[in-house]
């Protein structure tokens, strides 16, 4: 039986299908619902496919608020004709959550609403993603932070980010990202070599959402994922730090999905040092901010002992390496489309 990462088409966000098989049973995992109508008709196809086989979702993970990331899921959660009962485990850090955690007010402007409703009604009295989660009876209301083991029907799960001091800063100045009608970025990084992008110095991404989204090391029957939503390097390399990795003892996966769509400001030196990889997963369509930034791929590139392997998406974003830079670094580049079915099969190495 083939595990595989369906990567769905969720213009510049993540929506990403995982699918764990073994001869006796099935797990699926959900992360994040990406943006954009072809994205909700392909995840939501796939949902009914899956409760039409009589399976589930065993876990839905919500990283962080980011519309990028979030805007499916509340389509999800709107649509009357899902039953939202196939999720049967829910993870998703919301402002209720880290308020009860640090014994803080709640605040309705923390409260992320499905739709608008009557003006003269509150947010806490109409339809909010919260109260909907709360339905299911699925939702794990506790925070999700660094140093967190799970263990769902024998996937073990290890939180590796947000750490608490990113949950109490993100919650005093807690940030929505509105949807936004965004146009093909003219500006990238791609007509720069790898041996100029390399020598750049690394600058950490600043934006709290980004800080806060929860990233993990999954582990099952001999298959190890790296999935870091839009995390910081610094809070991950940390969390991997703490569980006794280092350049010398490295992290072994089968697959990583890069952070933040492949922003330079995501991925640092100090993080690939750690890690041992050959399968990189870069989600986005390239309209937003440039991503992916070829110097976040050059890097990985140039701290990979081995044959590197990137996924993409969108073949948008084909044009990132030239044709002599793909042979010299011996790199391979696949772009998933419905040929394909956006399916990144994995491989017990």
Same mark, same amino acid.
């Given at each position: 039986?083939?595990?595989y990462v369906?990567?769905?088409?969720?213009?510049?966000?993540?929506?990403?299908?995982i699918?764990?098989?073994? =001869?006796?049973? =099935?797990m699926?995992?959900?992360?994040?619902g990406?943006? +954009?109508?072809?994205?909700?008709?392909?995840?939501?196809?796939?949902i009914?496919?899956i409760?039409?086989e009589?399976?589930?979702?065993?876990?839905?993970?919500?990283?962080?608020?980011?519309?990028d990331?979030i805007?499916?899921?509340?389509?999800?959660?709107?649509?009357?004709k899902?039953?939202?009962?196939i999720?049967?485990?829910?993870?998703?850090?919301s402002?209720?959550?880290?308020?009860?955690?640090?014994?803080l007010? =709640?605040?309705?402007?923390?409260?992320? *609403?499905?739709? *608008?409703?009557?003006k003269?009604?509150?947010i806490?009295?109409?339809?909010?993603?919260?109260k909907?989660?709360?339905?299911?009876?699925?939702?794990?209301?506790?925070?999700?932070v660094?140093?967190?083991?799970?263990?769902?029907n024998?996937m073990?799960?290890t939180i590796?980010? *947000?750490?608490?001091?990113t949950?109490?800063?993100?919650?005093?100045?807690?940030?929505?990202?509105c949807?936004?009608?965004?146009k093909?970025?003219?500006?990238t990084d791609y007509?720069?070599s790898?041996?100029?992008?390399?020598?750049?110095?690394?600058?950490?991404?600043?934006?709290? *959402?980004?800080?806060?989204?929860?990233a993990f090391?999954?582990?099952?029957n001999?298959i190890?994922?790296l999935?870091? +939503?839009?995390s910081h390097?610094?809070i991950?390399v940390?969390?991997?730090?703490?569980?006794?990795?280092s350049?010398k003892n490295?992290?072994?996966?089968n697959?990583?999905?890069v952070?933040?769509?492949?922003s330079?400001f995501n991925?640092?030196? =100090?993080?690939?040092?750690l890690?041992?990889?050959?399968?990189?997963?870069v989600?986005?369509d390239?309209?937003?901010?440039?991503?992916?930034?070829?110097?976040c791929?050059?890097?990985?590139v140039?701290n990979?002992?081995?044959?590197?392997?990137f996924?993409f998406?969108?073949?948008?974003?084909?044009?990132i390496f030239?044709?002599?830079e793909?042979?010299?670094? +011996?790199?391979?580049?696949?772009?998933?489309?419905?040929?394909?079915?956006?399916t990144?099969?994995?491989?017990?190495?």
């Amino acid at each position: 039986m083939k595990s595989y990462v369906k990567v769905l088409p969720a213009t510049n966000g993540d929506c990403l299908l995982i699918s764990l098989l073994t =001869e006796e049973k =099935e797990m699926n995992i959900l992360i994040d619902g990406g943006r +954009g109508r072809a994205c909700y008709r392909r995840l939501k196809s796939e949902i009914e496919n899956i409760s039409m086989e009589g399976k589930l979702i065993d876990l839905l993970v919500i990283t962080h608020t980011d519309d990028d990331h979030i805007s499916g899921i509340i389509k999800l959660f709107q649509d009357t004709k899902i039953n939202k009962n196939i999720f049967k485990n829910i993870w998703f850090n919301s402002g209720s959550i880290i308020s009860n955690y640090f014994s803080l007010e =709640e605040d309705d402007s923390k409260i992320i *609403p499905l739709q *608008p409703d009557n003006k003269k009604m509150s947010i806490r009295q109409g339809l909010s993603l919260e109260k909907e989660l709360k339905k299911t009876n699925s939702w794990y209301e506790n925070v999700l932070v660094s140093g967190n083991k799970e263990d769902i029907n024998g996937m073990c799960f290890t939180i590796l980010s *947000p750490d608490i001091d990113t949950l109490r800063e993100f919650w005093n100045k807690w940030e929505i990202e509105c949807d936004t009608n965004t146009k093909m970025s003219s500006v990238t990084d791609y007509h720069i070599s790898i041996e100029t992008l390399i020598k750049n110095k690394f600058i950490e991404d600043k934006r709290l *959402p980004n800080k806060s989204s929860i990233a993990f090391l999954l582990e099952f029957n001999g298959i190890r994922l790296l999935m870091l +939503g839009d995390s910081h390097p610094s809070i991950v390399v940390n969390s991997l730090r703490s569980l006794g990795y280092s350049n010398k003892n490295k992290l072994k996966v089968n697959l990583m999905k890069v952070s933040h769509h492949g922003s330079k400001f995501n991925t640092s030196v =100090e993080l690939l040092n750690l890690i041992e990889c050959k399968n990189f997963i870069v989600s986005t369509d390239g309209s937003k901010h440039g991503f992916p930034h070829k110097e976040c791929l050059a890097k990985i590139v140039k701290n990979t002992t081995e044959k590197v392997r990137f996924y993409f998406n969108y073949s948008t974003v084909s044009n990132i390496f030239t044709e002599e830079e793909i042979e010299d670094y +011996g790199m391979e580049c696949i772009f998933l489309d419905t040929k394909k079915d956006y399916t990144v099969e994995v491989k017990q190495e």
